[in-house]
């Protein structure tokens, strides 16, 4: 099945002996010179790369306090060094948290600090953690900033919140902007700035699997719910990851937000133009790629004249979404208020649920024990409600709504402390799979431990890379590739549209019942 | 010239260097801004919120804490004692008629600072232990962070070795360090302990801004840690962010 070894999954996630090198050969495909200039990069390694770099290093450290800091604080204490899903499935040194910023912090210390100015002259850079830069430096960053999903659970657990993943990200800024990128998610930027969406999906082919979406739910259920594009004047415009218009499981989703949509009697559109929550700018740490990215859904906005935004279920979009689009593409005056901007599709179904505006039939999702996992843009990046730790309850009180089995995985992979899915921070790409499967196996061991202590039969997901990588990484460790659900999949499930055959409730007797 | 002299002229420098050291670090960090917002969630909604958020962080090491508690106990030993100790030693700087002198000389802080040494060898000892035996922390680590527990435990053990073997003239001591305080320059006491033990207290002034003892200062301006979960809420627009936003007005 692979050319690598699949590791074996234990009863619970055993912090193994470091062993060097296993994943120095693990780089991603490059990015093209096409890629690289549509996003304002070299094409190709630029003469004097090294002082290019030093320039790029010193650039984002006059931008990024956290960049500064956080290249300062570390003390090498160590409390890092056990909690990266990379470094626990591989068991490469470079893959420790401490160590990943290292590769960058050595050239910092050794080019921008007195001590490394000091013991380099005298040829002893290592004395104070320092190394002079070389090709095989700028070798080991591609590979080893392209093993980070920038999931910042080493943050979580730093006394001093360094977060890797800003170490990350500012790297892959440093290297495209000397020219060396990666080629898949520079290729699905220019994609999403150029067509407006992360699968080059042009209008008339999203109006067409919209339409096919309608006539399928119509179908199934004999209720007309609609799938709207480019409505103008409508009140809400949904944007979602565009993995949701084709991919497995997301699309049950999108029908999911749509059948909420429809028992919420709302007016809402998606928009051609931003076609895509996704918005891969953060993950190359660009923030000028990103805002470009976030101005298309300010610009759909205003051109379709919408009152509220509201996001489908996607990690790191909702990232961005949550915590940087008032930033990137604000301030927000035109939209209503009243809601909060932007607003999470859970969010959005919660508060229905919350006003008994929705009725399920929970029995619907009988035939499985369900598991949450948290995605890590989520539970360490973001808020949902108005309460911190919302992001954590509101999908977990959404998926309780509509099912009767719910159990959680162990505590210390969950909520804050949840292991991210092993595939995002552009790392979702086949020329990664992997790392992509090592780096999956403490969530694997997670759920293995509900799957036989707890009956539980399938795991759900608010995120497209973290659906995405589950369904190519389950079959590795020997579950279904189907075992990983959307949430809003469990919603259009057991959500009871109103006309349909399953209404056997009158709109009176259900007033009735609703106390 | 004699050691007095040349101790003298050291601490002025090595506080030169320490002062100004930092000063420009914390101007540099208080300067450079935060264009995102990156607290590590979830986070406090609120101001006071961040406070509590903050302190927890400072004064009982939380996230290290929830991290591993080998490092928390030994970590957190060792900065309580050094806060024990340096309590202790205010003695030498504050003047006997000073309305603090009655609250530095109380039986509890003197014999706390005095017993905080075997916290904090004890700490120091287990930091330096898991450096060497535990193969993650070995493979992060660089002579410098070997050394600098080292120098640490070099202070606290020639310090010890003054309250309980060998003591030194703590009234001579005081005259020369009010005397520094006063640039007016007394005699230093001459035995060996003592002028190890402040040689390596020199020598941590001046590594300190360079060095992560820098950690110090940092730990309070990291955006994960200080910045309030607002959001959607508040507009937040670093200067550099706000230069781009030119290109938008006519876009619209």
Sequence with gaps: ?515 | MSASVVYALAFYAASAILFFGIVRKIVQYAKTPAPLKIPTMPAPVTQGGVVVRMASEVVLFNSLFKSNKWIWIFGWMFHLSLLLAFFRHLRYVVSPDSIFMPLVSLEIVQSFGRYAGFAMLIGLTGLLARRIFVDRVRYISSPSDYLMLLLILGIAGTGMAMSFVSHTDIVMLKEFVLGLLYFNIQPLPTDTVLLVHLALVIVLMVIFPVSKLLHAPGVFFSPTRNQVDNAREKRHLAPWAAELEADRKAGE
């Design chain 1, 1 to 515: 099945m692979a050319d690598f070894d699949i590791p074996e999954l234990q009863e619970y996630t055993v912090v193994p002996k470091l062993k060097e090198g296993t994943m120095s050969h693990s780089s991603p495909f490059v990015s093209k010179e096409k890629f690289q200039s549509a996003l304002g990069y070299p094409g190709e390694l630029v003469e004097n790369w090294e002082d290019k770099l030093l320039e790029k290093m010193d650039d984002l450290r006059g931008r990024y306090r956290s960049f500064q800091v956080f290249l300062d604080s570390c003390v090498k204490c160590g409390a890092c060094t056990d909690k990266c899903h990379y470094y626990l499935g591989t068991k490469d040194p470079k893959n420790m948290p401490v160590a990943r910023q290292d590769l960058l912090r050595k050239i910092y210390r050794r080019y921008r600090t007195f001590a490394g100015k000091f013991f380099g002259a005298l040829g002893m850079p290592g004395f104070v953690g320092a190394a002079d830069l070389n090709k095989e430096v700028l070798d080991d960053w591609y590979s080893y900033f392209h093993q980070c999903s920038q999931c910042r659970r080493c943050s979580v657990f730093c006394p001093y919140g360094i977060d890797t993943a800003e170490i990350s990200m500012a790297a892959r800024e440093i290297m495209d902007s000397i020219g060396v990128g990666q080629k898949y998610c520079n290729e699905i930027i220019m994609k999403a700035k150029t067509i407006g969406n992360n699968l080059g999906l042009p209008e008339p082919a999203l109006a067409d699997t919209l339409e096919g979406l309608e006539e399928e739910v119509e179908d199934d259920t004999g209720v007309a719910v609609k799938f709207p594009l480019d409505q103008k004047g409508a009140d809400i415009l949904l944007v979602t990851p565009s993995a949701d218009f084709f991919a497995e499981p997301h699309v049950d989703g999108l029908i999911g937000y749509a059948k909420v949509f429809h028992e919420a009697g709302v007016s809402w559109t998606m928009s051609s133009y931003a076609s895509e929550a996704a918005n891969f700018g953060m993950f190359i740490g660009s923030y000028e790629n990103m805002r470009t990215l976030s101005l298309r859904i300010r610009k759909a906005a205003l051109e379709l004249g919408v009152k509220r935004i509201v996001f489908g279920e996607c990690g790191h979009a909702w990232r961005v979404a949550y915590s940087f689009l008032n930033t990137l593409a604000g301030p927000w005056d035109f939209l209503d208020q009243n809601y909060p901007i932007p607003q999470h599709i859970c969010e959005f179904t919660y508060d229905l649920i919350q006003k008994d505006k929705l009725k399920f039939d929970k029995s619907e999702n009988d035939h499985m024990t369900l598991t949450f996992h948290d995605s890590c843009n989520v539970a360490r990046a973001s808020r949902m409600g108005d309460k911190p730790g919302g992001q954590l309850d509101i999908p977990r009180a959404v998926i309780k709504a509509v099912c009767n089995n719910f159990v959680d995985m162990p505590p210390e992979t969950i909520g804050e402390s949840t292991y991210c899915c092993g595939g995002g921070g552009g790392l979702l790409t086949d020329d990664l799979m992997e790392l992509r499967v090592k780096g999956a196996q403490p969530r694997m061991e997670a759920y293995k431990s509900v799957v036989e202590n707890h009956g539980v039969t399938n795991i759900a997901a608010i995120c497209a890379i973290c659906k995405s990588q589950f369904t190519k990484v389950l079959p590795y460790y020997k579950f279904g590739m189907t075992d990983i659900v959307s949430v809003h999949q469990l919603v259009s499930e057991a959500i009871i549209l109103t006309g349909s055959e399953d209404d056997v409730d009158s709109d009176d007797s259900n007033e009735n019942e609703s106390e």
